[in-house]
């Protein structure tokens, strides 16, 4: 499996650098132009300077990425647009996009180290019915032949086979289930924070968190029911909602980086499961039963 991390890893570093230039005073339409070095950053500039709105740019750079890319950019270009509508300060919410950001590549990163090791086991005895048909060819068997040309060899070739192809699809399942399912978590509930903290009225926010949303295809997997709570507390608290919010948010973030690192830690032992149930057979079935019958066959002849 080939790790996406070192791709969010950038795109981390990017929405940090801009977010600390921001930070420092630089203009929203200049910051991009100061990161050209970076691809995405340099289409970011060069869709600016051609007329195109900032927000636009950024989720044009997620154009011919992965998915988990597009993902990204977009929510940074939701970012933008809201604290754009609201009249609010971008950086920190950058900063702490960022920060999710390397929390998801980390997490890659922990499920490609948990692979590493089945998948080597895998490959090594994958190898290793080569090694036994060119043993037994040397001891002077026909092995391949019996596995070819044989009605037993046809069915160990089949089953065996078969059994890596269901271990190779078991393989990418388990994986695909441990990779996270929200790459944004708290994305809703921080751009909230963002309307909120421009001054405007909560109903005016939460309509344009749903636009920009909308806009840019970007699902809230808590929906609404996590928002109204949130406000429900900060009414009856009477403490600000942006505060909460943006606690709410981060508390998301923990999270979803708690599971994903329970889930990569599973991973590393539950991949050992098709390496006995099917891999190991297929080897069997492969290697060892031909030149079983082969040896079979050479002393019943000999009789």
């Known amino acids: 499996m080939k790790s996406a991390a070192p791709a969010l890893g950038a795109i981390a570093a990017t929405v940090q650098r801009v977010g600390v230039l921001l930070a420092a005073g630089v203009t929203p339409a200049a910051v991009w132009s100061y990161l050209a070095e970076d691809p995405a950053a340099d289409s970011v500039a060069r869709s600016i300077s051609a007329g195109v709105s900032i927000p636009d740019a950024i989720a044009d750079a997620g154009r011919g990425r992965t998915a988990d890319e597009r993902q990204l950019w977009a929510a940074v270009a939701a970012?933008?647009?809201?604290?754009?509508?609201?009249?609010?300060?971008?950086?920190?919410?950058?900063?702490?996009?960022?920060a999710a950001i390397r929390d998801l590549a980390q997490s890659?990163?922990?499920?490609?180290?948990?692979?590493?090791?089945?998948?080597?086991?895998?490959?090594?005895?994958?190898?290793?019915?080569?090694?036994?048909?060119?043993?037994?060819?040397?001891?002077?068997?026909?092995?391949?032949?019996?596995?070819?040309?044989?009605p037993i060899g046809w069915c160990c070739l089949v089953v065996g086979s078969s059994l890596l192809y269901a271990a190779a699809r078991w393989n990418r399942r388990m994986v695909r289930s441990a990779l996270p399912r929200e790459q944004t978590p708290g994305l809703e509930l921080e751009l909230l924070a963002i309307g909120i903290s421009g001054g405007g009225a909560i109903d005016r926010a939460r309509a344009?968190?749903?636009?920009?949303?909308?806009?840019?295809?970007?699902?809230?997997?808590?929906?609404?029911?996590?928002?109204?709570?949130v406000l429900e507390l900060s009414r009856r608290a009477g403490v600000p909602a942006a505060a909460l919010l943006r606690s709410e948010a981060a508390e998301s973030r923990r999270a979803a980086r708690s599971e994903a690192a329970e889930a990569a830690q599973a991973l590393s032992v539950r991949l050992m499961?098709?390496?006995?149930?099917?891999?190991?057979?297929?080897?069997?079935?492969?290697?060892?039963?031909?030149?079983?019958?082969?040896?079979?066959?050479?002393?019943s002849l000999a009789w």
């Open 79 to 98: 970012a933008w647009a809201v604290a754009a509508d609201a009249g609010s300060p971008l950086a920190a919410t950058l900063l702490e996009l960022s």
């Open 108 to 150: 890659q990163r922990d499920i490609t180290v948990a692979l590493a090791s089945p998948a080597a086991t895998a490959r090594l005895v994958l190898v290793l019915p080569a090694i036994g048909l060119v043993f037994g060819t040397l001891l002077g068997f026909n092995t391949l032949g019996t596995l070819l040309t044989t």
């Open 208 to 229: 344009s968190v749903s636009e920009v949303l909308a806009r840019y295809s970007i699902s809230a997997a808590r929906g609404d029911s996590a928002v109204d709570i």
């Open 273 to 299: 499961i098709p390496l006995g149930v099917c891999v190991l057979p297929s080897f069997m079935l492969l290697s060892v039963v031909p030149l079983v019958v082969t040896v079979l066959s050479s002393i």
